[in-house]
């Protein structure tokens, strides 16, 4: 039989009534307690989206909203806003007795979650029949209405074209031409807030990196990316897409997914400046850990030197260079003829094993942070 009551003593009232709201535990349950107007009261520590603890988050008006995607509850009742009632989670009694704060978990009201459509991106990924797939995506910045001539553009241009003639699909994007959100670092907020699809996709319909995302996980079979060097990096562009990328990492250690398979990664690298080898060796490591593999010979690249400032000269070379040509269509065939060999399934599938990898558990250690989507109390 269920219990009348069930007093918690979850804090010193003198303590909590120093802050508006706070994450406290009543025996296994979180709680999100609020104080104000010299009352406290108390509902699920525990957000209906992704399990974010709403008692670490926010008081606005009548409503707790929680720190990882907004989401907003009534502090006393714990219905959702306005339009959202029916997407609530438990309220409790909440008293103060000799000096603390005491939440009765027998009188929890029901959690109800109201279920919302999906984002898009988050279909199943199948690969159906078709020849290769092929995106191109620069990395270089310009002004739209004044362009320039870009040696890397040019180069994976020259790429493309060449993969359309040996029966690829392709498709090519500009980041400059998208508009996208930097990371706003989800993940160090907590594990479990980084989702797939990215956060900020799913909340910002104006956001555009949705088409990346759509290109690498769900299209192509090969992506030709291309960067300036500057600075010896590669582009802010290319970092811009690659801190949002983690949510496609972060799949793996967060919820044991990887979202992509079978998937080739080749680069194009150029720059007036050195650092070849450091810029290439960058993507290299950030394709490989989102479970890329790669061609012989993954990158082509080419800089005149650290002392080679005449930028005008670097232009003339590559425009006259037919040896970097027939290099990218060389990086072309080498990427799409191992993208065939693999959807004929030429690679036998190996168990995802974590040891050594990258967010893997140590020994004795707990693994890392919660999983997305967890199942609240
Ligand atoms: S809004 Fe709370 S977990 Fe997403």
Not at 61 to 67: A, F, I, L, N, S
Not at 240 to 260: D, H, S
Not at 270 to 276: C, I, K, L
Request: contains cysteine; positive net charge.
């Amino acid at each position: 039989m269920a219990k009348a009551s069930d007093w918690q003593d979850v804090g010193d009232a003198a303590e909590l009534a120093k802050q508006p709201l706070a994450q406290v535990a009543a025996g296994k349950t979180l709680v999100a307690l609020s104080f104000r107007d010299g009352k406290f009261h108390a509902i699920s520590g525990v957000c209906n989206h992704y399990g974010g603890p709403l008692g670490d988050g926010t008081v606005k008006g009548d409503y707790v909203e929680c720190p990882w995607h907004y989401y907003k509850f009534h502090h006393a009742t714990g219905l959702g806003e306005p339009g959202y009632e029916e997407d609530r989670v438990p309220a409790y009694r909440a008293k103060v007795a000799g000096g603390r704060v005491l939440v009765d978990l027998a009188s929890a009201t029901r959690r109800h979650k109201t279920p919302h459509a999906p984002h898009p991106l988050a279909r199943r990924i199948v690969r159906g029949e078709g020849p290769v797939r092929v995106v191109g995506v620069s990395t270089t910045n310009m002004t739209a209405k004044h362009p320039r001539y870009s040696t890397s553009d040019a180069l994976l241009d020259v790429a493309l074209e060449h993969a359309k003639t040996l029966g690829a699909e392709t498709r090519s994007i500009r980041l400059r031409d998208l508009k996208f959100r930097a990371c706003e670092g989800f993940y160090s907020k907590g594990a479990g807030a980084c989702t797939w699809p990215c956060s900020i996709t799913q909340m910002d319909k104006t956001d555009q990196l949705d088409q990346v995302y759509e290109a690498f996980v769900h299209w192509a079979d090969v992506f030709l990316i291309s960067t300036p060097i500057r600075w010896g990096a590669a582009s802010s562009l290319y970092h811009r897409m690659v801190e949002r990328m983690n949510c496609i990492q972060n799949q793996q250690p967060t919820a044991g997914k990887v979202l992509l398979k079978n998937k080739v990664a080749a680069f194009v690298v150029t720059g007036g400046q050195d650092n070849v080898q450091a810029v290439a060796g960058e993507m290299l490591g950030f394709f490989a850990e989102l479970g890329c593999v790669f061609p012989a010979f993954p990158y082509i690249a080419h800089s005149r030197g650290w002392s080679a400032e005449d930028m005008e000269n670097n232009v003339r070379f590559v425009r006259q260079s037919e040896e970097l040509r027939e290099g990218a269509r060389g990086l072309a065939a080498r990427a799409v003829g191992l993208a065939a060999t693999l959807l004929q399934g030429a690679l036998p599938v190996a168990k995802h094993v974590r040891g050594g990898r990258k967010s893997h558990a140590l020994d004795g250690l707990a693994p890392a942070g919660p999983r997305g989507g967890r199942t609240p109390k």
